[in-house]
């Protein structure tokens, strides 16, 4: 590696790449409890080793994977399990939406690999670095390194988690499927800082607890959808400034 | 259902959600969306929690052994008063097997 550069020069690509991984390191942590977790619930939610591995290798979503588990065993529908991926993962056209200003220049062959790596993770230390006021040229290395770090942790993690649901019996019966509801609590209770988002969450829940028994998981549907209806009306009606997102 | 089929599917929708505008770098959503979305994981994981905490093998579990209900309760009010989500996992998890295990629920 070569010597620190001067203070006036941009970080090489190099540079930038091990500072995205290095930058990635809390958010890793915090991700080995779910990729064991996911590995460890799959294979009783009736995915092979196989599909296990291939599932977080191809799809590399952890709340759209921890979701398509407990579908699965609930022995919903393939049109259900993809519906209800699509609305889970809506929220990454969010991501890509507010990364597009800082992309835009590249050429497809960055944009691709980059947006199939944008998780939740990778979008809140990334967006961090682009808003910093440097004119380094070489910020997509940054993004690379923090979406490598994250894919490779989540691929590894997933491997433990198989090993370990196949040798500890009863695994489906320790209720480690609360961390996952854990996390979701961990990431939507900071986001409530307006009324709006509130009522959101609040006519979600309810919506949500009166649907429970519609078939096929529609109700999961029905409560999102009356979610942000109400979420953006209040917003509409009330004026209040809107939330930007961490 | 082949589960590969539903592999292939997730892919091709969760990409096609990150890579929406990525792929077209001079679209903008209109208003109302960009709107809408700021509220998508909200609603979303809202709906995922609320029932996993109330209802246990399909049926509402509004009981004093149901840990999930008990612990997440507990979750939300460590996540309001930290806003930190590793502690806000660490010690959701720590008090939800304290529970199972106080209840006798787990297999040991």
Same mark, same amino acid.
């Given at each position: 590696?070569?010597l620190?550069?001067?203070?006036e %020069?941009?970080?090489?690509?190099? %540079?930038?790449?091990?500072?995205?991984?290095? !930058?990635?390191?809390?958010m890793?942590v915090?991700?080995?409890?779910?990729?064991?977790?996911?590995?460890s619930?799959?294979?009783?939610?009736?995915l $092979?080793?196989?599909? $296990?591995?291939?599932? *977080?290798?191809?799809?590399?979503?952890? *709340?759209?994977?921890?979701?398509?588990?407990?579908?699965?065993?609930?022995?919903? *529908?393939?049109?259900?399990?993809? /519906? $209800? $991926?699509?609305?889970?993962?809506l929220?990454?056209?969010?991501?890509?939406?507010?990364?597009?200003?800082?992309?835009?220049?590249?050429?497809?062959?960055?944009?691709?690999?980059?947006a199939?790596?944008?998780?939740?993770?990778?979008?809140?230390v990334? %967006?961090?670095?682009?808003?910093?006021?440097?004119?380094?040229?070489?910020?997509?290395?940054?993004?690379?390194?923090?979406? /490598?770090?994250?894919?490779?942790n989540?691929?590894?993690?997933?491997?433990?988690?198989?090993?370990?649901?196949?040798?500890?019996? !009863?695994i489906a019966?320790?209720?480690?499927?609360?961390?996952?509801?854990?996390?979701f609590?961990?990431?939507?209770?900071?986001m409530?800082?307006?009324?709006?988002?509130?009522a959101?969450?609040?006519?979600a829940?309810?919506?949500?607890?009166?649907?429970h028994?519609?078939?096929?998981?529609?109700?999961l549907?029905?409560?999102?959808? *009356?979610?942000?209806?109400v979420?953006?009306?209040l917003?509409r009606?009330?004026g209040?400034?809107?939330?930007?997102?961490? | 259902?082949?589960?590969?089929?539903?592999?292939?599917?997730?892919?091709a929708?969760?990409?096609?959600t990150?890579y929406?505008?990525?792929?077209?770098?001079?679209l903008?959503?209109?208003?109302?969306?960009?709107q809408?979305l700021?509220?998508?994981?909200?609603?979303?994981?809202? @709906?995922?929690?609320v029932?996993?905490?109330?209802?246990?093998?399909?049926?509402?579990?509004?009981?004093?052994d149901? @840990?999930?209900?008990?612990?997440?309760?507990?979750?939300?009010a460590i996540?309001?008063?930290?806003?930190?989500?590793?502690?806000?996992?660490?010690?959701?998890?720590l008090?939800?097997?304290?529970?199972?295990?106080?209840?006798?629920q787990?297999p040991?």
């Amino acid at each position: 590696m070569s010597l620190a550069a001067p203070a006036e %020069q941009h970080l090489s690509p190099h %540079q930038e790449f091990l500072q995205g991984m290095r !930058d990635m390191l809390p958010m890793l942590v915090g991700a080995i409890p779910f990729g064991i977790i996911f590995g460890s619930l799959a294979v009783s939610a009736g995915l $092979t080793p196989w599909q $296990t591995v291939g599932m *977080s290798l191809l799809v590399f979503a952890g *709340s759209a994977q921890f979701i398509a588990l407990s579908l699965l065993s609930g022995g919903a *529908s393939l049109a259900v399990l993809l /519906l $209800t $991926t699509l609305v889970v993962n809506l929220r990454h056209a969010l991501y890509s939406a507010s990364l597009q200003p800082f992309v835009r220049h590249l050429p497809v062959r960055w944009r691709m690999p980059l947006a199939f790596w944008l998780t939740d993770e990778a979008f809140a230390v990334v %967006q961090h670095r682009y808003a910093e006021l440097d004119a380094s040229p070489h910020k997509h290395w940054y993004f690379l390194g923090a979406a /490598l770090a994250m894919y490779g942790n989540w691929q590894l993690c997933t491997l433990i988690g198989l090993w370990f649901g196949q040798s500890v019996p !009863d695994i489906a019966r320790w209720g480690l499927d609360f961390a996952m509801l854990a996390t979701f609590i961990g990431i939507v209770v900071p986001m409530l800082r307006s009324r709006p988002q509130v009522a959101a969450a609040l006519v979600a829940g309810a919506v949500a607890l009166v649907c429970h028994d519609l078939p096929y998981q529609l109700g999961l549907l029905a409560a999102a959808a *009356s979610g942000i209806v109400v979420g953006v009306c209040l917003e509409r009606l009330g004026g209040e400034p809107v939330e930007v997102m961490p | 259902m082949n589960h590969w089929l539903l592999i292939i599917g997730m892919l091709a929708i969760t990409f096609a959600t990150r890579y929406s505008l990525f792929a077209f770098p001079h679209l903008q959503f209109p208003a109302v969306v960009r709107q809408a979305l700021h509220y998508v994981p909200t609603a979303v994981l809202t @709906a995922i929690v609320v029932p996993g905490m109330f209802y246990q093998e399909g049926a509402l579990a509004l009981r004093w052994d149901n @840990a999930y209900l008990l612990a997440g309760l507990a979750t939300i009010a460590i996540a309001g008063l930290t806003r930190h989500l590793l502690a806000t996992i660490g010690g959701g998890l720590l008090l939800f097997f304290i529970l199972r295990w106080q209840l006798g629920q787990l297999p040991v």
